[in-house]
């Protein structure tokens, strides 16, 4: 027999460390070559390792939450001496390669080296069967109300969001883990395997949940925006009656060839149009060196709920963009961040961002603005009120905008300015199309 260290892989853009954000195994844990191993985050790039041998785990890097340098061992298995061979074999094959490849060639261009589209796939089971080298031993009890179940984030996920206990799925994979076949047959047949339904009147306990992960992430980055942006936020009332009505026209006549419009490409275009005329709020500001730096491209992030938490990909130079190409970028953004195939690039460099709860959205909101930037635009919930016209009252369909701004660069009266701007341009949306 023989030992293989797997080490925490480069996965490009000059990262120098990588936070743990989950084992998917756990030692003594009989694997297969291509199993993963356990998950990584690094900025806001959620990565599965996997493993480049079969064999038995011997030893594990830390825990989780813990930041582990690239590079640096990860995993220990024990394997044949016929897989350790050949391991080695393919590692040296993968090195001598690499300096063939143009050193200028851009990091975003290369093909990822880990899988990470089944991570963020919690709707489909994985296209790659769980394996283990020994018969599986599904668990037919409950686990006691400390263990933790063996999940992949995915699968974790996609129970949260069933509000499944995944305590009491029978997992099918090695040491009991659970896939989302499992999932699939507990969903199917809830009173199957012993379990019973386990809805009604399931026991929890206390729990202490370690913040790691995009959930740290985006906890520093909020707690960078609170503390050092002092925040002034408007919340103006919109009649997006007209708008309404010509969005409908547009999806009734184009929506089949040019893909369905929601009022997000409408307000992208808006706020194009409004820094057009004030530069300074299309900007970031960097409050250690005292510079604002205004951008003449408008980089538009939008804020998306993904199954890993709030991330904010960004709509480059929105204001070359047609009607319905801003509306296919936005989609194109949101499924790539939801699925956790946004590349780096796309999810950093916004100048200025949109917030929106949607039909969930309250009456008004209170943005915190995406440091550095020194704007965002937030939309609430759209609805049908009575509106006096100066002889009676008559049906409009009413949205607020809370737009914040950083009171530290960003006075009241230009605030204000611009909230005006954009309610005008909402309001009658002709104006949106007319280049003046």
């Given at each position: 027999?023989?030992?293989?260290?797997?080490?925490?892989?480069?996965?490009?853009?000059?990262?120098?460390?990588?936070?743990?954000t989950e084992w998917a195994v756990k030692v003594g844990d009989e694997i297969q070559e291509d199993d993963v191993l356990g998950t990584v985050m690094t900025d806001k790039a959620a990565v599965e390792v996997p493993s480049s041998v079969s064999g038995k785990v011997v030893w594990l890097a830390g825990e989780p939450g813990d930041t582990l340098a690239i590079g640096s061992k990860f995993v220990e298995i024990e394997t044949s001496?016929?897989?350790?061979?050949?391991?080695?074999?393919?590692?040296?094959?993968?090195?001598?390669?690499?300096?063939?490849?143009?050193?200028?060639?851009?990091?975003?261009?290369?093909?990822?080296?880990?899988?990470?589209?089944?991570?963020?796939?919690?709707?489909?089971?994985?296209?790659?069967?769980?394996?283990?080298?020994?018969?599986?031993?599904?668990?037919?009890?409950?686990?006691?109300?400390?263990?933790?179940?063996?999940?992949?984030?995915?699968?974790?996920?996609?129970?949260?969001?069933?509000?499944?206990?995944?305590?009491?799925?029978?997992?099918?994979?090695?040491?009991?883990?659970?896939?989302?076949?499992?999932?699939?047959?507990?969903?199917?047949?809830?009173?199957?395997?012993?379990?019973?339904?386990?809805?009604?009147?399931?026991?929890?306990?206390?729990?202490?949940?370690?913040?790691?992960?995009?959930?740290?992430?985006?906890?520093?980055?909020?707690?960078?925006?609170?503390?050092?942006?002092?925040?002034?936020?408007?919340?103006?009332?919109?009649?997006?009656?007209?708008?309404?009505?010509?969005?409908?026209?547009?999806?009734?006549?184009?929506?089949?060839?040019?893909?369905?419009?929601?009022?997000?490409?409408?307000?992208?275009?808006?706020?194009?149009?409004?820094?057009?005329?004030?530069?300074?709020?299309?900007?970031?500001?960097?409050?250690?060196?005292?510079?604002?730096?205004?951008?003449?491209?408008?980089?538009?992030?939008?804020?998306?709920?993904?199954?890993?938490?709030?991330?904010?990909?960004?709509?480059?130079?929105?204001?070359?963009?047609?009607?319905?190409?801003?509306?296919?970028?936005?989609?194109?953004?949101?499924?790539?961040?939801?699925?956790?195939?946004?590349?780096?690039?796309?999810?950093?460099?916004?100048?200025?961002?949109?917030?929106?709860?949607?039909?969930?959205?309250?009456?008004?909101?209170?943005?915190?603005?995406?440091?550095?930037?020194?704007?965002?635009?937030?939309?609430?919930?759209?609805?049908?009120?009575?509106?006096?016209?100066?002889?009676?009252?008559?049906?409009?369909?009413?949205?607020?905008?809370?737009?914040?701004?950083?009171?530290?660069?960003?006075?009241?009266?230009?605030?204000?300015?611009?909230?005006?701007?954009?309610?005008?341009?909402?309001?009658?949306?002709?104006?949106?199309?007319?280049?003046?």
């Amino acid at each position: 027999m023989a030992k293989v260290t797997i080490k925490l892989p480069d996965v490009g853009e000059g990262i120098a460390e990588a936070e743990l954000t989950e084992w998917a195994v756990k030692v003594g844990d009989e694997i297969q070559e291509d199993d993963v191993l356990g998950t990584v985050m690094t900025d806001k790039a959620a990565v599965e390792v996997p493993s480049s041998v079969s064999g038995k785990v011997v030893w594990l890097a830390g825990e989780p939450g813990d930041t582990l340098a690239i590079g640096s061992k990860f995993v220990e298995i024990e394997t044949s001496d016929e897989e350790a061979a050949a391991a080695e074999e393919r590692m040296a094959e993968k090195e001598s390669e690499e300096p063939a490849e143009s050193p200028e060639k851009p990091a975003e261009s290369e093909e990822p080296k880990l899988d990470k589209a089944e991570k963020h796939a919690p709707a489909a089971a994985s296209s790659k069967p769980e394996t283990s080298s020994v018969p599986a031993k599904p668990r037919t009890t409950p686990l006691a109300s400390g263990d933790r179940p063996l999940a992949s984030p995915a699968v974790r996920q996609r129970a949260r969001d069933a509000g499944i206990d995944l305590r009491l799925v029978a997992g099918s994979g090695p040491a009991g883990r659970i896939s989302h076949a499992d999932l699939d047959a507990w969903i199917a047949q809830p009173q199957t395997a012993g379990f019973g339904s386990g809805r009604p009147n399931v026991q929890r306990s206390d729990e202490d949940v370690k913040v790691i992960g995009m959930r740290k992430r985006i906890a520093e980055k909020m707690s960078i925006s609170a503390s050092r942006i002092p925040h002034i936020t408007i919340v103006e009332e919109i009649d997006v009656t007209d708008l309404e009505a010509l969005r409908e026209k547009l999806n009734a006549q184009h929506a089949k060839e040019r893909g369905k419009l929601t009022i997000l490409p409408f307000l992208v275009r808006a706020i194009c149009k409004a820094v057009a005329e004030q530069p300074g709020l299309n900007a970031t500001f960097d409050d250690e060196a005292g510079v604002i730096h205004q951008s003449g491209a408008v980089h538009v992030g939008i804020a998306t709920q993904t199954p890993n938490g709030l991330t904010v990909p960004v709509v480059r130079n929105a204001e070359t963009m047609s009607l319905w190409d801003t509306a296919g970028e936005i989609v194109r953004l949101a499924e790539a961040a939801r699925s956790g195939k946004a590349k780096r690039e796309e999810l950093s460099g916004s100048t200025i961002s949109i917030t929106s709860l949607g039909p969930l959205g309250a009456i008004a909101t209170t943005p915190i603005i995406n440091h550095p930037e020194v704007a965002i635009v937030g939309v609430n919930k759209m609805a049908m009120r009575p509106v006096w016209d100066g002889q009676d009252f008559v049906p409009r369909k009413i949205m607020n905008l809370s737009s914040s701004f950083d009171h530290r660069v960003i006075d009241g009266w230009d605030a204000a300015v611009f909230v005006r701007k954009l309610k005008d341009l909402i309001e009658t949306p002709a104006l949106l199309f007319i280049d003046a």
